[in-house]
Structure formats: C-alpha cells, structure tokens
T-cell receptor, first 109, second 119 residues
Framework: RKEVEQDPGPFNVPEGATVAFNCTYSNSASQSFFWYRQDCRKEPKLLMSVYSSGNEDGRFTAQLNRASQYISLLIRDSKLSDSATYLCVVMGNTDKLIFGTGTRLQVFP | GAVVSQHPSRVICKSGTSVKIECRSLDFQATTMFWYRQFPKQSLMLMATSNEGSKATYEQGVEKDKFLINHASLTLSTLTVTSAHPEDSSFYIC???????????????FGPGTRLTVL
C-alpha cells in the first residue's frame, strides 16, 4: 500500500465550479500535512498547510481527519489558472516529505 | 522568499556518461538538502538526504554508488549520476529547509528541477 494515496484524476471542471480532492495516508504517526501544487514540468510549490481544525485561504479550504487518516482540499469558484496537479504531502517527525502521486485538475472555459 | 536554484535545468547525455547536478540555496544556509526523482505521471520520490559535512543518507532501494551526493558547503549540494542509463532519465529536484517554521514544520523550498535524458 502506498504511504500517500490520491485519485490521479483528471478532474475536468468548468470555470466557476467547486471541486474537491481527497487523500489518505497510511502512517498514523505522521505529524504535518500539506497540499502542494505542481505545474507541468515545474517544481512543486506549497499551496497550504493542513490542520485538524481546518483552514481556509481564499478559495481554498483544507481539512484533516486524523482518525480516518484523510486529508481533503476544496477549491471554490475554479479559475483557468487553477489547472495543475495537486499533491498531497505528509511529513513525519523529520523534514522528509512523502508525496502522493497527485490529482490532475483541468479547468475549462 | 527563500530561493533554491538548480543547474543545469536540462541535460541530454549518452549512456555510460556521468552527469552532475548542482543545487544551491541562494539566500540562506542549508545544512540539509533533499534530492527527489520524479518519473512521468508519478509522485516525487525521495532519493537521499544530503548533510553538510557528513555522508548522505540514502532511501531504501537507491544505490549510493550510482547516485553520488556531496554537500561541500552550507549553500551547495551536488548529485552525480554515474554511468547513466536510459532508465535514469527522470526529473531530479532538490529541496532545502529554509529555517522558517510553519508550526512544527520547517518550510522547504524546491529547486526548479533538472530534466535528465539519457540516450
């Protein structure tokens, strides 16, 4: 079983739509959780950290459920520029990051 | 924000040659850097942790004699792919913790990556 699992997609949505991505992780000792965004042939960039209390940054909302070992990302009012691959990332008690395979989002006009 | 550079951004080489990739932290010092590899449509896989002044720590399944890592200074780590073969063709990315904390997390910055193609 992979340490971090994501639906690879692609998710094809129209502009203005709301889309949600899910991720599960296998190591219950994981301590920190993140969503990264990766554009084609580019390095990943931190989108947001994920906390148990849930956190929101503009159109993006992330949630963590430690009991279910589940992380989610909600994007509201999708823009064309949101088209990218969204990586679910988990970290243990070191600085090592474990990446999911990513979920590809394509927003169309 | 913190910046990490990589050089070269792209390299094409013949099978059997060695390729060196540099990773530099431009405006901060990094005692630790991480090297990742990403094959098409796959996730980033951690290859090794580069430690300034000491030996690198390799992940399981990564050949340390094939992927030589040197962290000679607080701002430079190099990855040398020795005797490269077509199956080593991949996107190699480094990252470095910036020293800026987000909660318990030491925020990492990624280099722009190096695309290696071995013919």
């Amino acid at each position: 079983r992979k340490e971090v699992e994501q639906d690879p997609g692609p998710f094809n949505v129209p502009e203005g739509a709301t889309v949600a991505f899910n991720c599960t992780y296998s190591n219950s000792a994981s301590q920190s959780f993140f969503w990264y965004r990766q554009d084609c042939r580019k390095e990943p960039k931190l989108l947001m950290s994920v906390y148990s209390s849930g956190n929101e940054d503009g159109r993006f909302t992330a949630q963590l459920n430690r009991a279910s070992q589940y992380i989610s990302l909600l994007i509201r009012d999708s823009k064309l520029s949101d088209s990218a691959t969204y990586l679910c990332v988990v970290m243990g008690n070191t600085d090592k990051l474990i990446f999911g395979t990513g979920t590809r989002l394509q927003v169309f006009p | 924000g913190a910046v990490v550079s990589q050089h070269p951004s792209r390299v094409i080489c013949k099978s059997g040659t060695s390729v060196k990739i540099e990773c530099r932290s431009l405006d901060f010092q990094a005692t630790t850097m991480f090297w990742y590899r990403q094959f098409p449509k796959q996730s980033l896989m951690l290859m090794a942790t580069s430690n300034e002044g000491s030996k690198a720590t390799y992940e399981q399944g990564v050949e340390k004699d094939k992927f030589l890592i040197n962290h000679a200074s607080l701002t430079l780590s190099t990855l040398t792919v020795t005797s490269a073969h077509p199956e080593d063709s991949s996107f190699y990315i480094c990252s470095a913790p910036s020293g800026t904390s987000i909660g318990a997390y030491n925020e990492q910055f990624f280099g722009p990556g190096t695309r290696l193609t071995v013919l």
